[in-house]
């Protein structure tokens, strides 16, 4: 599968991890289809450890599948920085794994790298970035 990612969405994942350190941000993507990423919604993490895990404020994912039952873009994943690991899915974020085939962006040392949550667990993914 392709994906494709704008400039604009890695520029603000990165700039999101770097606001939030030594805590993780989090946020959603969000586009015109499963595999075009066009936005990355940031959202609080409500997590009681932010440095250490995140958790997506629920009123904000309840409020992206109105929109999107209503028209709006598609929730096509979320993201998330890793302050002091790497930009993979952690043991963490493995235990929290459902196999719905959204995708993870994950934001560490500067790179962001996407995933997928699949029936077999992360599947790393390759994308083109397009200008918006």
């Not at 499963?34 to 993490?45: D, G, L, M, V, Y």
């Not at 932010?50 to 709006?72: K, N, T």
């Not at 993870?104 to 994308?127: N, Q």
Request: net charge negative; aromatic share 6%.
């Amino acid at each position: 599968m392709s994906l494709f990612v704008t400039s604009d969405v890695i520029d603000a994942i990165q700039a999101a991890a770097r606001a939030a350190h030594p805590e993780e941000c989090c946020g959603l993507l969000l586009g015109e289809t499963s595999e075009r990423i066009t936005r990355a919604a940031p959202t609080q993490n409500v997590h009681p450890n932010p440095a250490r895990a995140f958790e997506i404020d629920p009123q904000a994912l309840i409020a992206a599948h109105r929109a999107q039952r209503g028209g709006g873009p598609l929730l096509i994943g979320h993201y998330h920085s890793h302050p002091t690991g790497d930009p993979r899915p952690s043991d963490i974020d493995a235990a929290h794994e459902t196999g719905d085939g959204l995708i993870w962006a994950i934001c560490a040392k500067g790179r962001v790298e996407f995933w997928r949550d699949g029936p077999e667990g992360f599947e790393t993914l390759s994308y083109s970035t397009l200008d918006p």
